[in-house]
């Protein structure tokens, strides 16, 4: 493989892993912004100007996702391609990376249900600076969608150092048995 190629599907990897998390993030905060949109526009600093759940979803689900595409991206981007191991391509990478999404997904509906039933048996309260902000019927969404942002971060942060360590053992593994 030549010089070009190679950093073509470096490139091409890490831009795999930010439209993964950006195309997740805007089906995760369209899901959200329906659930109370206050969550975006009330607990995060404006972007637009607009209570629109579509547009909050759309915005913020680029804004806070392009990133930790990235940041996913270019670390297993070296782990798949670095060095003189057995290289992993992007087809390769496509799978896992969706496994990924789909697994923060799980978590993210996990935890929401989560907080949900703890909200229902008067196990969860927002504090009351929280209460204020929000109008009384949109409390129990804010939780919601609270907590299942952070599994989303939580998950996909794990998620991704799991990945990112498994790509280079497993090209590793591959190397130790050609030889």
């Known amino acids: 493989m030549s010089f070009v190629q190679g950093v073509m599907q470096f ?5 795999l892993c930010v439209l993964a998390a950006v195309v997740y993030g805007i089906v995760h905060d369209q899901i959200t912004a329906r659930i109370c949109v206050e969550y975006f526009t009330v607990f995060h600093p404006p972007v637009i100007e607009s209570d ?11 804004i806070a996702t392009w990133w930790v595409g990235l940041g996913l991206g270019v670390p297993l981007a070296i782990a798949a391609r670095a060095g003189a191991w057995p290289q992993r391509d992007i087809a390769w990478c496509v799978r896992p990376v969706t496994i990924l999404m789909l697994i923060c997904g799980a978590c993210a509906l996990i935890a929401g ?20 902000r929000l109008p ?3 409390r129990y969404g804010f939780l919601i969608a609270a907590f299942a942002h952070n599994a989303s971060y939580a998950s996909g942060f794990i998620g991704g150092w ?18």
């Open 113 to 132: 249900l989560v907080a949900y039933l703890l909200q229902s048996s008067s196990a969860l309260h927002l504090s009351p600076s929280y209460v204020q």
């Open 52 to 62: 629109s759940p579509t547009l909050q979803g759309l915005v913020w689900g680029v």
């Open 11 to 15: 490139v091409g990897l890490v831009l």
């Open 136 to 138: 009384s019927g949109h």
């Open 162 to 179: 799991i990945l990112i360590f498994g790509t280079a053992y497993g090209r590793w593994r591959e190397s130790r048995r050609r030889r």
